[in-house]
């Protein structure tokens, strides 16, 4: 037996249970992971209220480390007392499941359990954002926009770019987090709760504009992101914090320069091992040389998942956020 978080209806935290669930052995393929340390993402939210719909009951993350306490048949290239983490593969608040190893990558000496646990999903998004989505707009000494910094993705993607040798352009909500977004990699910091977005990017590019912004904050932010683009710029819209973007007349593209729109998932980047093998790699190089630096700012016991997401929505954490199983 095994305690889990699960939801059994979509809803808000308090349809989060802490429950006890069996976990059985593993199958063909699988191995059973006892997590030590689980990610908190912004699409467990969207998991949990609906927004994204899965099938019920379940238990809600996609990100996790742990170590592999049972190997089932017909498995290749993993063992017994490994240390592993995946991330994108539902079910994630608890603190024993199964798992097939399609979904597994090795976390290397050098970054620990929780740092694995949190960068994960947020860290590949990063990788695959800058050097894959965005690579054909840049090259080194452009400048981008990136909206809400000092959130998860947010202190990754500040460093990862500034390693690229991109200058970056940050938004979010606060002084504190300004600041901090500033530590990591961001060159200028636009509070978008009082300043607008528009004049401060056109001030900073000398009314240029941007070849790239990237949103994840969605509805809020979509009108004014586009507006900082330079003709034939490219827009990412990659998520949804503040609510979904409406749906958009194709028109306005051509009306505001030519643009390009993308509306990617990590899901479609790492969908072959091989893609998840290498974005992988890229995640853990760049922790182990020192340039992307991973602090969690926030740490709450699996059984208080309900308060990590109430604090998420309501803007309170900074960077990466771990649950303790
Ligand atoms: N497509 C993909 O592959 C992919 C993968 C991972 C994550 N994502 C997306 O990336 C974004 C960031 O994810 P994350 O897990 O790192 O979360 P996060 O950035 O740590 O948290 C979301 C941040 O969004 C900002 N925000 C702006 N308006 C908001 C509102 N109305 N309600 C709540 N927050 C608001 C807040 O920062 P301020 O206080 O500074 O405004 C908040 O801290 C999310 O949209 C997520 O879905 C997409």
Sequence with gaps: MSKSILIHENGGPEKMKFEEVEVGKPGPGQVKLRHTAIGLNFIDVYTRSGLYQTPMPNAVGREAAGVIVEVGPRVKGFK????VAYCGVLGAYCQERL?????????PTGVSDEQAAAIMLKGMTTEY???RTAKAWLKKGDTVLFHAAAGGVGLLFGQWAKARGYKVIGTTSSPEKAALAKKNGYKWVIDYTKQDIVAEVKKITKNKGVPVVFDGVGKDTWAASLDCLQPRGLMVSFG???GAVAPIPLGILNTKGSLYVTRPSLFAYTSTRADLEASARSLFKMVKSGKVKISIDQHYPLAEAAQAHIDLESRKTTGQTVLVP
């Excluded at 017994?80 to 240390?83: A, C, F, N, S, V």
């Excluded at 798992?99 to 976390?107: A, C, F, H, I, P």
């Design 80 to 83: 017994k007392g490994d240390r």
């Design 99 to 107: 798992m097939g190893v399609d979904q597994l990558v090795k976390v």
């Design 240 to 242: 949804n914090a503040s």
């Design 129 to 131: 954002l800058v050097d």
